[in-house]
C-alpha cells in the first residue's frame, strides 16, 4: 500500500483528496498540506457523527463539518474547494457515500486518499472492494496517513490497533473487505488474546 504522509516526496498531482474524517484536526492539516503543496485543486470530506466522535465533531454536526471549519478558518483554504458529505456513520459509509458524491457534483476520479495510519489497512481494504464490486467505481487512487505515530506505550493506540488486527481478518472472512491472505493468524489470534487485557 506504500502509505506516506502529505509530504511524501513521490505523490504526483492529482485532482482532489478524498478524505476519510476522523476527529483529530490532523485531518485538516494533511489535506491542507495537500492543496499547499499544489498537488490537489479540491478536497471531498467525508464523515458524519459515529460511535468514536468526539464533542467537536458533534459541536459542528458531523466530523465533515469540524473538518471543515478548520479547513477554512485555520488553514485559509477557499470554501469553494471543499465538498462536505456529512452523513457517513463508518468506514464503508465513508466509501459508498463519497464516491456518490464524487459522481454527483461531477468530480474527477483521480483522488488522493486521506487515512488514519492504523485504520489504513482495513479501510482501504474495504473502500476497495465497495468501489470494485458494489459501485463500479475506478478511480486513480493514491494513499496517504495523517501524521499520527505509533506510541506502544499509549494504551489507547496499543487497543486500536490489535482491534484492527481482529477486524481486518474478521471482515475479510465475512466478505466485508477485500481477502487479507497474508494477514499471519497467529498474530491474529495473539491480537485476540490481547484484548482481554482491555476488557474487550
Not at 473538518?67 to 456513520?89: F, N, P, W, Y
Not at 487515512?115 to 467505481?137: C, M, N, Q, S, Y
Not at 472472512?173 to 484484548?195: F, H, N
Request: some cysteine; glycine content about 10%; proline content about 4%.
Amino acid at each position: 500500500m506504500g502509505l506516506g504522509g502529505a509530504g511524501d516526496p513521490n505523490l504526483t498531482r492529482s485532482k482532489g483528496a478524498f478524505v476519510f474524517c476522523r476527529e483529530d484536526s490532523r485531518m485538516a492539516q494533511a489535506a491542507a498540506r495537500l492543496y499547499e503543496r499544489g498537488l490537489i485543486d479540491w478536497i471531498l470530506l467525508t464523515g458524519g457523527i459515529g460511535v468514536d466522535s468526539g464533542e467537536q465533531s458533534r459541536r459542528f454536526g458531523a466530523e465533515a463539518r469540524y473538518q471543515a471549519h478548520l479547513l477554512t478558518k485555520h488553514h485559509g483554504i477557499d470554501a469553494s474547494r471543499i465538498h462536505v458529505e456529512a452523513e457517513a456513520r463508518n468506514g464503508a459509509e465513508n466509501s459508498r457515500f463519497g464516491i456518490d458524491m464524487i459522481r454527483s457534483e461531477g468530480l474527477d476520479s483521480d483522488l488522493i486518499l486521506v487515512l488514519h495510519p492504523r485504520k489504513a489497512r482495513r479501510v482501504w481494504a474495504t473502500h476497495e472492494k465497495i468501489a470494485r464490486d458494489e459501485k463500479g467505481f475506478a478511480a486513480r487512487e493514491q494513499l496517504i496517513c495523517m501524521p499520527d505515530p505509533f506510541d506502544p506505550d499509549n494504551p489507547s493506540h496499543v487497543k486500536e490497533v490489535l482491534e484492527e488486527l481482529v477486524k481486518l481478518a474478521d471482515w475479510s472472512t465475512k466478505g466485508y473487505c477485500d481477502s487479507q491472505p497474508d494477514l499471519p493468524l497467529d498474530l491474529v489470534e495473539w491480537a485476540r488474546e490481547g484484548l482481554k487485557h482491555f476488557g474487550a
